[in-house]
């Protein structure tokens, strides 16, 4: 991978749907050679997906938290994985280093929901307690997918 294939993953992340025309006077390049890097990348693996993404808030997920995940004893990464997948207000989440086991972000509907989910999540055999934190106003949401 090179900086012009960086340039490319760039602009496609500034707008999934731009042309390859508007991306090559962008880099440089036409919009035949931009097409074929991109066939690269998706055929290596770099480009996983093309997707959306949609303002939770219009999709009626205004509540999120951020939960510090404590375990009893050493649980494995892909435990805690099989535990979060099961609860689909888990968004993202990832083991981290200090006392927590995990960092788990939630969005739900309101709070009701959250509770029940965040319950889900502690009645997991291996999960001991959790410590939350509920967002009171996002102020930077930056996406690198």
Known sequence: ???????????????????????????GLSASAVKRRVDRLVADGVIRAF??????????????????????GTVAPEELLRILSA??????????????DAIVHMRSRDIPSLEAALERVRIAPNVD?????????????????
């Not at 307690?129 to 997918?145: K, M």
């Open 1 to 27: 991978m090179d900086n012009l294939d960086r340039s490319i993953l760039d602009e496609l992340r500034r707008n999934s749907r731009a042309g390859y025309g508007d991306i090559g006077q962008i880099i």
């Open 129 to 145: 307690h959790t410590r939350s934190a509920i967002v009171l106003s996002r102020l930077i949401h930056r996406s690198n997918d």
């Open 51 to 72: 997707t959306i993404q949609v303002d939770p808030t219009v999709d009626g997920m205004n509540t999120e938290a951020y939960v510090e995940l404590f375990c009893r």
């Open 87 to 100: 609860v689909p207000e888990v968004v993202d989440a990832g083991t981290v280093t200090g006392s927590a």
